[in-house]
C-alpha cells in the first residue's frame, strides 16, 4: 500500500514538472518569436540610436494598448480630488511626522528657501559644452542663466526634484530667442542643470530632451 502510494506521489511530481518545463519552453518560444517578427516591432527609432536615450521600455504589447483605457480623451480624476498630506495629520500624527521627514516627502516640491539645495548664490558657474552657467536669485525667485556665444536664455525656477544625492530643477524660460508664441515661457519643463549635493556642484541634466506641444519643441 505504501509503496503504491510513494509510486503515486511521484507520478504526480514528474507530470507537474513536465507540464510547468513545457509551459515554459512554450512561453519563452513565444517571446522569442514576437522579438524576431519585425511586424511586432515599433516602427518608430529608438531614441538611444538618436544620441539620447529617454528611457528603457520596448514597445507596448497590442493586448495592452487595446485595454488600456485613454486617459487624454476621459479622465475621472479632477483637482478637487486630491485631499493632501496634511488632511492625514490629524488622525496620524506619527505616520504625518515619519512622512515629513521621509525623502519621498521632498521628492518633488516648490521652489523656497526650505526646498532648494542647490547654491543659487550667484558665484557658481559651470561651463558646458563651449556655453556657462550662471545659478543666481533675483526679485526673489531662482535663476539660471545660460549663455553660448551671443545666445542667452534665462530660466526661472518653480519646482524641485529630489533631495537626497541630486536635486533637479523644473521652470520655464523667462528671456531668450525663442518666439514668444513658444511654449518654453509657459509649460514647465526639466532645466538643463541639476546640483550634486554629496559634492555640492552643478552637473548637466542629462536626460533633458526636446518634447512637442502644440507643435512646438519644448
Known amino acids: 500500500m505504501r ?3 510513494l509510486q503515486s506521489r511521484r507520478a504526480w511530481f514528474s507530470l507537474t514538472a513536465v507540464t510547468a518545463a513545457g509551459a515554459l519552453f512554450f512561453f519563452w518560444n513565444s517571446i522569442a518569436k514576437t522579438i524576431d517578427d519585425p511586424s511586432r516591432r515599433d516602427a518608430r527609432p529608438r531614441p538611444i540610436a538618436q544620441g539620447s536615450v529617454v528611457n ?3 514597445f507596448v504589447p497590442d493586448e495592452v494598448r487595446l485595454q488600456s483605457l485613454n486617459s487624454i480623451e476621459h479622465s475621472n480624476i479632477v483637482h478637487a480630488d486630491y485631499a493632501g498630506s496634511e488632511s492625514c495629520r490629524k488622525c496620524h500624527k ?3 511626522a515619519l512622512w515629513s521627514k521621509h525623502p519621498h516627502r521632498w521628492m518633488n516640491a516648490l521652489a523656497d528657501q526650505s526646498t532648494v539645495k542647490g547654491d543659487f548664490s550667484g558665484q ?3 561651463s558646458y559644452r563651449g556655453g556657462t552657467a550662471r545659478f543666481y536669485r533675483e526679485r526673489g525667485e531662482y535663476r539660471m542663466r545660460l549663455q553660448r556665444g551671443e545666445v542667452r536664455r534665462v530660466y526661472r525656477v518653480s519646482q524641485t526634484i529630489g533631495s537626497r544625492f ?4 523644473v521652470g520655464t524660460l523667462i528671456s531668450g530667442p525663442e518666439s514668444d508664441g513658444s511654449p518654453s515661457y509657459s509649460v514647465d519643463h526639466v532645466l538643463p542643470f541639476g546640483y550634486w549635493l554629496d559634492q555640492e556642484e552643478w552637473v548637466p541634466t542629462v536626460h533633458v530632451h526636446w518634447v512637442e506641444v502644440n507643435g512646438n519643441q519644448v
Do not use: D, H, R, T
Not at 541630486?166 to 530643477?169: L, M, T, V
Open 94 to 96: 506619527q505616520n504625518f
Open 166 to 169: 541630486y536635486q533637479y530643477y
Open 124 to 126: 557658481a558657474v559651470i
Open 56 to 58: 528603457w521600455w520596448g
Open 3 to 5: 509503496y503504491s502510494l
